[in-house]
């Protein structure tokens, strides 16, 4: 088995730990989830793909080409198909920029661009028409969902960030087989004392980062606190949640008499505003580690770069219903367009 260093750097690195390795979850509420897909397509003129639905209930409106993954399928070859069927464009994802959830709902939101295939004008069950919007044309369309131009925004301004650091990696979806929804917390603490970095390990029955079991009635962040709370034993500091490292699935069973394994585990990175000296006592079972040198940097990359470094996490699902009030943007979209306005002065 390799060595929880070793572990570490995996997830860091965005890939999936060997499947030799077992699963321990440590925190078990009931989960039962719903996945979905969504891609923000930009042609060379920066216009959106935007298709028109035709299903019942949300005839009509605009949205971006989305879908749910069918069962047995990867996320990734979801979101190809979504596109294919909703606009007639054959496309390759190039990255996982956003996760959406809330409750048992879970949305993953890719960038893209077209290899192929011709706009549909013809209707038919999946949509009426697809089209090419300015960004400022989206906003005057009958949208299904309120946080649309919130969300071309954000892959918009991650693209951009992108493009200034040639040499980060997209995120993708790595190829690992759970049947549960699991999530896997990377939880740093710094200490003053030495200026160094530790992490939370669970101790038995071998030494792993802990893991939770997702809860259907309530969001990713408030069961990591829940966790938390327990785990640390004096008063739980308040912590930031800074987005995640990588997101395993495999939808495809090996052979028929595989069982189901059409779950996920999502690592998250995870900081406490509070240093070591102030945590206090901890749970038997568990402990801080210090990492290596090198591991602490790999690691200090992702702390001090979240944005370009991390698949950025909204705990709150979108809205189905636009509403009349203005919607706030988030705070990285706003910063991000003003480096976009930086960028355009040089």
């Known amino acids: 088995m390799d060595s929880l260093d070793t572990q570490i750097e995996t997830i860091l690195n965005g890939q999936p730990l060997s499947q030799d390795i077992p699963v321990v979850c440590d925190y078990n509420p009931y989960d039962q989830f719903s996945r979905s897909v969504t891609a923000v397509i930009f042609n ?63 949305r993953f939101t890719f960038s893209g661009r077209v290899i192929g295939g011709q706009l549909k004008t013809v209707a038919n069950k999946h949509s009426i028409e697809a089209k090419w919007c300015s960004q ?43 049947n549960r929804m699991l999530l896997r917390v990377v939880f740093t603490v710094r200490r003053k004392q030495n200026n160094r970095q530790y992490v939370l390990i669970s101790r038995l029955p ?68 509070v240093p070591y000296e102030g945590m206090g006592r901890i749970c038997g079972n568990y402990e801080w580690m210090q990492m290596s040198p090198s591991l602490e940097a790999l690691l200090t990359r992702c702390l001090d770069n979240p944005n370009t470094e991390l698949i950025q996490w909204r705990p709150k699902f979108w809205c189905k219903r636009p509403s009349k009030r203005r919607t706030n943007r988030s705070s990285h979209s706003k910063n991000m367009d003003k480096l976009s306005a930086q960028i355009a002065a040089l």
């Open 44 to 106: 060379d003129d920066m216009d959106v793909l935007m298709v028109q639905e035709s299903k019942s209930g949300s005839r009509g409106k605009w949205s971006l080409p989305a879908g749910k993954v069918d069962p047995n399928e990867q996320i990734i070859d979801a979101i190809r198909r979504e596109v294919l069927e909703e606009s007639g464009l054959e496309i390759e994802a190039t990255d996982l920029v956003v996760i959406d959830t809330f409750g048992y709902n879970f």
């Open 136 to 178: 400022s044309a989206i906003k005057s369309l009958n949208l299904r969902y309120e946080d649309t131009t919130d969300l071309v925004n954000v892959v918009r301004n991650h693209n951009i960030s992108l493009a200034m650091d040639p040499w980060r990696r997209p995120h993708f979806t790595v190829i690992g087989a759970h």
């Open 206 to 273: 071998f030494p792993h980062l802990p893991v939770c079991a997702m809860h259907e009635k309530h969001n990713l962040k408030s069961i990591l606190t829940a966790f938390l709370k327990e785990k640390l034993i004096k008063k739980y500091p308040v912590d930031s949640l800074l987005g995640a490292l990588s997101v395993e699935h495999n939808g495809v069973p090996r052979s028929p008499q595989d069982s189901p394994h059409d779950g996920l585990c999502i690592t998250v990175l995870a900081k406490s505003r």
